[in-house]
C-alpha cells in the first residue's frame, strides 16, 4: 500500500498537479493540506478513480484523503475543542486502518496567540493518539506538521531560532507524540540531513536547496513493523508553478 502526504497550497491552483501526480504515481491514498477554500472538486478525481473526503474552509486551511478505495469518515474534527472551527483534521478507517491528515497550525508570530493555539492543538492531537494507542488501533497520521523536528532538518538552523516551527516548545510536543511510541516514518530509513519537503518561494531557497522538513508520517507499531519504504518526492517541486511543499510517500506492505 502506498499512502502519501502533501501540501499542495490550494486545490484550486494545483489541481493539475494533483491530478498528474495521481496518474503517474498512482497512490492508493493520498493525503493533501492547505486547499484553502470551501470548493473541493471531488468529481474530478472521481473521473480518475479515486473516492474523496474533505474538510473545507473558505480561504485558509483545508485538508482532504483522496483514495482508491471507499473509506469510512470518523472524524472531520480534531476532539476535545467543539469551539474551533479551523479545518485541520480529517480521521478515516479503509481496511481495519486509520489515517489521519493533519494540517497542523503554524503558530507564528510566538508571542501572540496563534503560537498559543498551536501549542494547545498539539495537546489535543496528543490526546487524541493517546487514545489510539490504548485501544491498540493501528494508524498513520500524515500532513503538514509545522515543525522542524531537528536542526538537521533545516539548511539555516540559526536563521529559524525563535521562529514557532522550530520553537523549543513546538519540538518538545512533537517528541511527545514519538514517545507515544510512534515512529518518524523517514528517519526509519534516511537519517542524513539536508532531506526537504519544503522550500519557500522567495530568495532562490529551492534553487539553493535551501529547505525545511516539516512535512512527516508517524506510524503505530503495526504500521511501522510493516513500512517498506518512506521517500520524499523532490519532483512536483519542479514542476511549473508548483507548491511550496513536495509529496512525502510511505509503502506499505500489504
Not at 469510512?72 to 480521521?91: C, F, S, V
Not at 525563535?162 to 526509519?188: P, Q, W
Amino acid at each position: 500500500m502506498k499512502i502519501v502526504s502533501w501540501n499542495v497550497n490550494s486545490i484550486k491552483a494545483r489541481l493539475d498537479h494533483v491530478k498528474r501526480f495521481l496518474e503517474e504515481s498512482g497512490p492508493d491514498v493520498l493525503m493533501i493540506q492547505e486547499l484553502k477554500g470551501l470548493e473541493f472538486p471531488s468529481d474530478a478525481f472521481k473521473n480518475i478513480g479515486y473516492e474523496s473526503r474533505a474538510v473545507t474552509q473558505k480561504a485558509y486551511n483545508g485538508v482532504a484523503i483522496i483514495s482508491k478505495q471507499p473509506v469510512t469518515l470518523i472524524h472531520d474534527k480534531l476532539p476535545g475543542d467543539d469551539a474551533d472551527e479551523q479545518a485541520r483534521y480529517l480521521e478515516v478507517e479503509l481496511d481495519g486502518l486509520r489515517f489521519i491528515n493533519i494540517y497542523l497550525p503554524n503558530g507564528n508570530p510566538v508571542d501572540t496567540e496563534k503560537f498559543t493555539y498551536k501549542l494547545a492543538w498539539m495537546e489535543r492531537l496528543i490526546t487524541r493518539l493517546k487514545d489510539l494507542r490504548s485501544d491498540n488501533i493501528p494508524f498513520a497520521i500524515g500532513g503538514d506538521f509545522n515543525v522542524i523536528p531537528e536542526d538537521k532538518d533545516c539548511h539555516d538552523p540559526e536563521s529559524w531560532k525563535g521562529d514557532a516551527l522550530f520553537h523549543i516548545e513546538s519540538r518538545r510536543k512533537f517528541r511527545r507524540l514519538l514517545n507515544l511510541g510512534l515512529t518518524d516514518a523517514f528517519r526509519v530509513k534516511d537519517t542524513r540531513g539536508e532531506q526537504y519537503t519544503f522550500w519557500d518561494y522567495q530568495a532562490g531557497a529551492w534553487q539553493n536547496d535551501n529547505g525545511i522538513r516539516i512535512d512527516h508520517f508517524l506510524l503505530s507499531p503495526a504500521l511501522a513493523d510493516k513500512m517498506k519504504s518512506c521517500t520524499i518526492d523532490r519532483n512536483p517541486r519542479g514542476w511549473e508553478k508548483p507548491s511550496d511543499h513536495t509529496p512525502i510517500i510511505v509503502e506499505l506492505e500489504s
